[in-house]
């Protein structure tokens, strides 16, 4: 490794440590939320296309989720669906309009 290259690696280093330390540790772990966020987003996509594809959706009904909190729970779980959602109809846009995919209908 040239010299030159050594030194900005390890400026980027000390940068990434320096600012781990000023935000007391939280720097490293939005990666890790970042990640997190993606997949949640990622298995509400999946739970969307197999909704679309055979009709089966994840069931909210009363009885079927126990608690306290029912309604609030239902709540999130149909918000975190909706995501998924809307994932998909951005995914199949994009994909339609692209070169790279056609409709075989």
Do not use: C
């Amino acid at each position: 490794m040239r010299t030159w290259e050594a030194n900005e690696s390890n400026s980027a280093l000390r940068s990434i440590q320096l600012l781990d330390l000023l935000t007391l540790g939280l720097w490293s772990k939005l990666g890790k939320l970042a990640h997190y966020a993606v997949d949640a987003v990622l298995i509400s996509t999946i739970l969307a296309g197999i909704r679309r594809s055979t009709g089966l959706t994840p069931s909210v009904k009363q009885e079927k989720i126990a608690g306290d909190n029912n309604n609030e729970v239902r709540t999130w779980v149909t918000r975190y669906l909706a995501v998924g959602e809307t994932a998909m109809d951005w995914a199949v846009v994009t994909a339609g309009q692209s070169g790279w995919f056609e409709r075989n209908r």
